[in-house]
């Protein structure tokens, strides 16, 4: 029907697909023809959209200048659309980029920019990973009572909205957080929480 913008949110669509089965040359294969054909028609939400996806997968293989690029690319366009939830997830990886590169201070602002976000948006899902971020740039500064603190808020979010995996995640987060600490009784029953909802869950 020569409708490109639906073609392109069909690449980005299949290259989530690739992405999720491991096929990243197909995936990123995929977004980079989403984005040349979102650029060819001026659809800037979907340019964004493909950008925010391609930087997540050249983060996962460890590619992170390339990642770095393609986030920064995503929050100016998200900025430039007002796309609040565009510019959250462009914080988020920035910010998780930024952490990998080992520069826990800007990757500290920028999760703490995306708390502020989600929170005047009312994003409690959003509010709850941001919580686990910084949470866990804490744990890389080796300041582990703010670490905990934030591991602590975010598990209170993850229990609020029934999010198992979440939940899960954040019971081990604060457990590492604990347990270099020194407190280890408090370490063992949250790390005991956690086994118990991975195995409810049959996550291995």
Not at 26 to 46: F, K, L, M
Not at 81 to 102: C, H, I, K, M, S
Not at 111 to 134: K, Y
Request: with cysteine.
């Amino acid at each position: 029907m020569g409708d490109c913008s639906r073609e392109g949110q069909a690449l980005s669509n299949l290259g989530n697909i690739y992405s999720a089965v491991g096929d990243n040359s197909q995936a990123i294969q995929c977004y980079e023809e989403a984005i040349a054909i979102a650029q060819q028609v001026g659809d800037r939400q979907g340019e964004a959209n493909a950008l925010g996806y391609l930087g997540n997968l050249y983060l996962s293989l460890g590619q992170f200048n390339t990642a770095l690029e393609h986030h920064q690319k995503h929050l100016e366009l998200a900025r430039t659309l007002g796309d609040r939830p565009g510019e959250g997830r462009a914080l988020q990886g920035l910010g998780n980029t930024r952490q990998q590169l080992g520069d826990c201070g800007l990757a500290l602002d920028y999760h703490e920019q995306n708390l502020a976000l989600v929170r005047t948006m009312g994003d409690i899902a959003g509010e709850g990973t941001a919580l686990g971020c910084i949470g866990n740039i804490y744990d890389d500064l080796h300041d582990y009572a703010q670490a905990a603190t934030y591991h602590r808020q975010d598990l209170a979010i993850a229990r609020q909205l029934g999010e198992k995996r979440a939940e899960e995640a954040a019971l081990v987060n604060l457990a590492n957080a604990e347990s270099e600490l020194g407190q280890y009784t408090a370490a063992v029953e949250h790390y005991g929480q956690a086994l118990v909802l991975a195995r409810q869950m049959g996550d291995r």
